[in-house]
């Protein structure tokens, strides 16, 4: 998984930065807008605010979605799905390699979920980073209490997955893939940092 936050504010300052520079700019986002049916400032920044993440699952078929938690969940989840029905759109015959990806909020949960993996729009009974294997590769590595952005990589299923389709073919993994145990990635305000967990 990733962490991150405010994906929408920062889009915002983007977006007026390059609308102060160019007139064309700022007639395109109106155009988009009116195309879309939403609003960037009152819509899409909004569904965009607050903590993010994305989550992969580890399986045969990859599977994952971008999870936000709104504070208005019943507009954000209006607002994401207009969006991702104008980019099918936008795509045309392209996006049927993207079937599958759908925007979904169960009523029970805060959480939108968009991606393949409708699951995740659950309240979750337990947290990632309350595993044994996140735990032992945070710890090790040193990661501080408060960060701007975290990266986890659990490397075990990967790499089972790697070592299954490696011995299909009458092959190994190489000793260094084998090894790797897990990477977390984390930022702070003044800087970045990566650790690999070898074992």
Do not use: C
Not at 12 to 40: D, F, K, N, T
Not at 97 to 125: C, E, F, H, M, Y
Not at 172 to 182: I, K, T, Y
Request: proline share 7%; glycine share 10%.
């Amino acid at each position: 998984f990733a962490v991150f936050k405010d994906a929408g504010p920062a889009l915002l300052a983007a977006v007026r930065q390059l609308e102060q520079a160019s007139p064309q700019m700022r007639e395109y986002v109106a155009s988009l807008e009116q195309g879309i049916g939403i609003s960037l400032e009152d819509d899409l920044v909004p569904a965009l605010s607050g903590q993010h993440a994305l989550v992969g699952l580890a399986g045969d078929e990859p599977k994952g979605a971008l999870l936000l938690a709104p504070a208005d969940p019943v507009a954000a989840g209006s607002t994401m799905a207009k969006a991702l029905d104008f980019g099918r759109e936008m795509l045309g015959d392209r996006a049927e390699k993207a079937k599958d990806v759908a925007v979904t909020r169960q009523a029970d949960s805060p959480i939108i979920a968009i991606g393949n993996a409708p699951q995740l729009a659950a309240r979750p009974d337990a947290s990632i980073a309350s595993t044994a294997a996140y735990q032992a590769i945070v710890g090790a590595a040193g990661v501080p209490g408060t960060v701007t952005g975290l990266a986890y990589l659990d490397a075990a299923p990967l790499r089972a997955k790697a070592a299954t389709k490696a011995a299909a073919e009458g092959k190994r993994l190489p000793a260094a893939a084998d090894a790797v145990r897990g990477v977390v990635a984390w930022g702070t305000p003044t800087g970045a940092q990566a650790f690999i967990a070898i074992g």
